[in-house]
């Protein structure tokens, strides 16, 4: 039987065809039928096929196959409404895929998508895998947004449970790696569980970098944001600054990070308090008889933090030439003086030099010294030297000075052609 050949134009032609008429389509070549609806193609030969077509098989064969040699696409699905899909995949058993993309070479790509202004590839699953790559040693999901000035995430994951929005695995390399020019390589945000949980067993389980943002980004409201954990190498390993901000104590500049408690809490402890001053004040020289004096020194060699009052006038009060402690803690001072008895008939005798802690209303001695050896210089004239060097817990707010009591007779003055007289503190450790 040689079916009747005609074009696509008059086969479409024919007036109320019968059922079953059977045409050669020479445009197509292509043998066609009619099924009493539309004209189908006979075979795989080409044309259409008819819609919808379902069938059904058991083979461990694959049942549909077609090869592209060309750079278009083997197959393309397209949806033009709202909610379509334009390739869905399901699987119903236990260990099967519902997309599964493999490819052998280096450089080609298992499973495509991409999208205008949508989303490109989208995975669901109501108690397994959503999506799940696999690579034997190359990347096994590559995301990358081209376009500069794009705020949005290269991948968003999200979830609505307890469980983990990213996990990612690797024997001997990377489980993550996050890259960003400008902006945030890696973040991982939480409410109450861990941001970005990074493991490896033996390289690193975590590693972030960037050129000029921030490489890795982690806020948790109620939970840890990151946490690092090793049992023989680095949990934390950092090449560049590191900022430190937030928690209970802001920091400051020259602040010491320390542990609080022995659960390794840590705050910032501001250290950076000292002072130093020396010489002496030619407005006040003069000690009188049995009296209790603190002393004013006339060079301010250094005050880190301004905690010392430094006092050279003439006529001081309570609060100057002191110093005032910005926290509590143990601290460390020193101080030296050295008194003349004028003549050789008034000798500096029972002298005391005093370091003097002013708590509220009480008035407490942290530490004292005896004015010897007396002794008689070149001028006829007795002299008396005392120092200290004492180590005093305060607490903030303490005012610590340096006293001098003698009972020597009458006036005797402070020595300045021997031992320079001098007084300095500075902040060991802060409470």
Known sequence: MLAPRMTTVQRSAISSPAKGLLVYDTDLNSLYHYNGSV???VGAGGGGLSLPFNASQHSAMNLFEITNSGMGDAIRGITTNEFGRAVTGIANSEYGYGLYGYTNQTNAIAVYGEAG???????????GLGLDARSTNNTAIKASIILGANQNPVILATHA???????????????????????????????????????????????????????????????????????????????????????????????VL????????????????????????????????????????????????????????????FGHSVFVAPVGGIYHFDGALALDGGDADRDVKFGYLRLIVQRGANKITMAEAEFSPFIRNTYSQELGHASFSKSVKLIAGDIVSMEVHHLSEGVVKIWVYGASPHFSGFLVVAD
């Open 161 to 255: 449970g307890g469980g983990i929005g990213v996990d990612a695995s690797s024997n001997s390399g990377t489980a993550i790696k996050g890259l960003s020019e400008s902006g945030i390589g890696v973040r991982g945000e939480s409410s109450n569980g861990t941001g970005v949980l990074g493991y490896s067993n033996n390289f690193t389980g975590m590693s972030a970098g960037t050129l000029g943002g921030t490489a890795m980004l982690a806020s948790a409201v109620g939970g840890t944001a990151i946490k690092g954990s090793s049992s023989s190498g680095y949990a934390l390993d950092v090449s560049g600054k590191v900022k430190i901000a937030g928690g209970n104590t802001n920091p400051a500049t020259g602040a």
């Open 258 to 317: 320390t542990s609080m408690d022995a659960s390794g809490n840590a705050v910032w402890k501001s250290n950076r308090v000292a002072f130093s001053v020396s010489g002496y004040n030619s407005n006040l020289l003069n000690v009188n008889h049995n009296t209790h004096t603190t002393v004013h020194l006339f060079n301010e060699e250094f005050d880190v933090g301004n905690n010392y009052t430094l006092y050279t006038g003439n006529s001081p009060s």
């Open 39 to 41: 004209w189908a193609a």
């Open 117 to 127: 202004n949508g989303t490109a590839v989208k995975g669901y699953s109501v108690s």
